[in-house]
C-alpha cells in the first residue's frame, strides 16, 4: 500500500489559516488523496478527496502539488470546532482491497483561541 | 453528505456475553460497508470488509468466529462480537459506501461508533 508521512501534530491560532502537508512519494497514478478527520470519540468525517487539480468544497481545500507527491489541507479560517486528528490516506482505483482506507496516526491538530 | 447511524452508542457486557452492533445507512444504499476498530490513542484498524448478500472479507488476524459480520440488506450491517472478553473492549466503527461498484472515487460514510467495555 501506498503511504503516507504527516506531522504527528499541528497548532493553529483561531479564525487564521490553517495547512495541513502529507507527503506521499510513492504515490501511483490511480491513487486518489483522500482527507478526513476525527473529533474525539466519534467517527471520521469526510473532508474532501481529489486526484490531481486543486478541489475546493464548503469545508476546506486540497492543494495537490503537481508531481503528486505532496498534498496540503487547508482550513480557511480555524475554529475551535476545527480541532481533531486529520488524516491523509491514498486509495487506489479498482475493486476488492483496492477500495479500502488504511489510516495512518494522522495529525493531531490544536486550535488555540 | 450521507448519512450512517451505529447503535448502541455505547455498551457495557460481562465477559462471556455476545453484543451485536449495528450499522445503517440512512439515506442511500450501501454496496459495501466496512468495518474498523479503534484502541484508545491509536488510529482506525480494519477488520473486515463486506458487501450485501456476500461473505464478509475479513483482514489478517481477525477471528472471523469471533466477530460475526451480517450484510443481509443494503442499508444494515451487523456486527457480532461473541464470546466477548476485556480485551474486545474496544470502539468499534462502521463505514458505508454506495454508488457503482468499482469506483473508488465513491467516499466511505462513517457511523459515530459504538464504544465497548466488557467487564
Known amino acids: 500500500d501506498a503511504k503516507t508521512t504527516q506531522p504527528n501534530s499541528m497548532e493553529s491560532n483561531e479564525e487564521e489559516p490553517v495547512h495541513l502537508p502529507c507527503n506521499h512519494s510513492t504515490i501511483s497514478g490511480t491513487d486518489y488523496i483522500h482527507w478526513y478527520r476525527q473529533l474525539p470519540s466519534q467517527g471520521p468525517e469526510y473532508v474532501i478527496h481529489?486526484?490531481?487539480?486543486?478541489v475546493n468544497n464548503r469545508m476546506a481545500s486540497l492543494a495537490i502539488a503537481e508531481d503528486r507527491k505532496s498534498s496540503t489541507l487547508i482550513l480557511h479560517r480555524a475554529t475551535l470546532r476545527d480541532a481533531a486528528v486529520y488524516y491523509c490516506?491514498?486509495?487506489?482505483w479498482g475493486s476488492g482491497s483496492a477500495r479500502q482506507l488504511t489510516f495512518g496516526s494522522g495529525t493531531q491538530l490544536t486550535v488555540l483561541p | 453528505g450521507a448519512v450512517v447511524s451505529q447503535h448502541p452508542s455505547w455498551v457495557i457486557c460481562k465477559s462471556g456475553t455476545s453484543v451485536k452492533i449495528e450499522c445503517r445507512s440512512l439515506?442511500?444504499?450501501?454496496?459495501?460497508m466496512f468495518w474498523y476498530r479503534q484502541f484508545p490513542k491509536q488510529s482506525l484498524m480494519l477488520m473486515a470488509t463486506?458487501?450485501?448478500?456476500?461473505?464478509?472479507?475479513?483482514e489478517q488476524g481477525v477471528e472471523k468466529d469471533k466477530f460475526l459480520i451480517n450484510h443481509a440488506s443494503l442499508t444494515l450491517s451487523t456486527l457480532t462480537v461473541t464470546s466477548a472478553h476485556p480485551e474486545d473492549s474496544s470502539f468499534y466503527i462502521c463505514?458505508?459506501?454506495?454508488?457503482?461498484?468499482?469506483?473508488?472515487?465513491?467516499?466511505?460514510?462513517f457511523g459515530p461508533g459504538t464504544r465497548l467495555t466488557v467487564l
Open positions: 463505514s458505508a459506501e454506495g454508488g457503482e461498484l468499482f469506483q473508488s472515487t465513491d467516499t466511505q460514510y
Open positions: 463486506s458487501n450485501e448478500g456476500s461473505k464478509a472479507t475479513y
Open positions: 490516506i491514498l486509495r487506489a
Open positions: 439515506d442511500f444504499q450501501a454496496t459495501t
Open positions: 481529489g486526484l490531481t487539480s486543486n
